[in-house]
């Protein structure tokens, strides 16, 4: 049956308050899927739906769940519940989770776990957020690389069931140091009486615990792995980052870069859980300081309020040639701006595309000019027309720059280039723009009289 079914089913049922049909129809469904289901329930709600599934799966459920609606229904549960739910839940969920709690909350928790659980737990509760230690899991499958592949599969079979992945094993010395990797196919089809150290892969793309997060997301991708191991300072095997960790933090990267790139703070939680004075605090202080940018726009046009009273048609072009040149600037800065999230472009790659991005331009802003210049000639007449059609394709080469540059100059700082969001670079493109054409029509048109 289909999750669209399956979600119909069930909200007939509980309409009906069959527990019975509940109970059946939440058991044939997808953790993530209840998880999607209940999203926007009631905490109650979620607390009786989740109860239906065994501890396990409910476990699995409740990591799929979102950060917010984790909080609220950890508030809700008795420390036994909770310390049953933690106690199921995958090493790196459980960490996550054991941070949104308060330090009373968190002590009761850690004294009712066994010895082993708590100190892994600490361990990775204690690594900063946005690093690879913050969102890797201590579920893997570690071989000496001295054993033979008998004792190697056995190890598998006594400590594969609570690891995160055993298709790829790693492969450490006495002290736990990392060797090299060998997967569960080359073990499987080799000679039992084989070490370990004559068939892994020496080669191990790695990172360390401090290593940021997306650089982790980006080097999962550019090698397709399954995991990737994470050592600490004496290269000790302590964690890996499997790939749908990865893909969480890819789609969180991309969600703030996303935020960045308007001009909005990173909101914790999502947006349906957000308050109303967060979604203020978010947006409010760059709109304030893009209020006053664009005051420098106001001033250019103050500046040549002689010209403007002798050429009152050139107001009619005035917002077509800025917002030309700030939609030119924002999808520059986009380009840029991605680029460089993904690798694709560094900074050592700005005098080249520098180059580029000028023919582009003036490419571009010789077709816009073309197109504007028929509305000129019709509106305002031949001079006008042609001023208008110089400063569309000037705007547009200068509104590209400065897109294209803004993030290197960001980067070079040691800032996010994603700072230099649509929003900064309009405003900039703006004032640039203002300049540029009522600067142009003077010298062009002249004033009369003078």
């Known amino acids: 049956m289909s999750y669209a079914v399956l979600a119909a089913s069930l909200r007939s049922a509980m309409q009906r308050n069959d527990q019975e049909t509940i109970h059946r129809l939440i058991a044939e469904m997808q953790p993530a899927d209840l998880a999607d289901f209940v999203q926007h329930e009631q905490t109650d709600t979620v607390i009786s739906l989740l109860l239906h599934l065994p501890l396990e799966r409910r476990a699995v459920a409740f990591g799929y769940l979102s950060v917010a609606l984790q909080?609220?229904?950890?508030?809700?549960?008795?420390?036994?519940?909770?310390?049953?739910?933690?106690?199921?839940?995958?090493?790196?969920?459980?960490?996550?989770?054991?941070?949104?709690?308060?330090?009373?909350?968190?002590?009761?928790?850690?004294?009712?776990?066994?010895k082993e659980a708590r100190e892994d737990l600490r361990k990775l509760a204690s690594y900063d957020e946005g690093t690879a230690g913050a969102v890797m899991t201590s579920d893997y499958v570690a071989i000496p690389?001295?054993?033979?592949?008998?004792?190697?599969?056995?190890?598998?079979?006594?400590?594969?069931?609570?690891?995160?992945?055993?298709?790829?094993?790693?492969?450490?010395?006495?002290?736990?140091?990392?060797?090299?990797?060998?997967?569960?196919?080359?073990?499987?089809?080799?000679?039992?009486?084989?070490?370990?150290?004559?068939?892994?892969?020496?080669?191990?793309?790695?990172?360390?615990?401090?290593?940021?997060?997306?650089?982790?997301?980006r080097l999962i991708s550019r090698y397709d792995l399954l995991a990737l191991p994470v050592v600490n300072g004496g290269e000790q095997l302590v964690g890996i980052v499997t790939y749908d960790d990865a893909m969480d933090v890819a789609e969180e990267e991309a969600t703030e870069d996303m935020h960045k790139g308007m001009s909005i703070g990173k909101l914790e939680g999502g947006l349906r859980s957000a308050s109303l004075f967060d979604l203020y605090r978010k947006r409010i202080v760059w709109l304030v300081l893009l209020v006053f940018a664009n005051i420098f726009s106001g001033a250019g046009i103050a500046y040549f309020?002689?010209?403007?009273?002798?050429?009152?048609?050139l107001v009619f072009f005035l917002p077509l040639l800025v917002d030309s040149g700030g939609n030119a600037g924002s999808q520059a800065a986009t380009l840029m701006v991605r680029g460089m999230a993904t690798g694709d472009v560094r900074s050592r790659d700005w005098a080249r595309l520098l180059g580029r991005e000028v023919f582009v331009a003036i490419g571009l802003g010789l077709t816009m000019a073309l197109a504007v210049s028929v509305v000129g000639v019709f509106r305002a007449g031949t001079e006008i027309a042609l001023v208008v059609a110089i400063s569309m394709v000037l705007i547009v080469i200068v509104g590209s720059l400065i897109g294209m540059i803004l993030p290197f100059i960001l980067n070079r700082l040691g800032w996010d280039p994603a700072t230099a969001s649509a929003p900064l670079v309009t405003s900039i493109a703006d004032a640039s723009g203002v300049l540029i054409y009522f600067a142009l029509a003077t010298a062009i048109l002249g004033l009369p009289g003078a």
């Open 305 to 313: 309020e002689e010209t403007i009273e002798a050429y009152i048609a």
């Open 71 to 114: 909080e609220e229904v950890a508030a809700t549960l008795t420390d036994k519940k909770l310390g049953d739910l933690l106690e199921h839940m995958s090493a790196d969920e459980r960490a996550d989770l054991f941070k949104l709690l308060d330090e009373d909350r968190q002590q009761a928790l850690l004294n009712s776990l066994a």
């Open 145 to 217: 690389a001295y054993y033979d592949v008998k004792r190697a599969l056995k190890t598998i079979r006594k400590t594969g069931a609570e690891a995160e992945t055993i298709y790829q094993l790693y492969c450490i010395d006495t002290a736990g140091r990392l060797l090299g990797t060998v997967s569960l196919r080359e073990l499987i089809l080799a000679d039992t009486d084989t070490q370990i150290a004559e068939l892994m892969t020496e080669d191990v793309v790695h990172v360390t615990t401090t290593t940021p997060q997306e650089d982790v997301a």
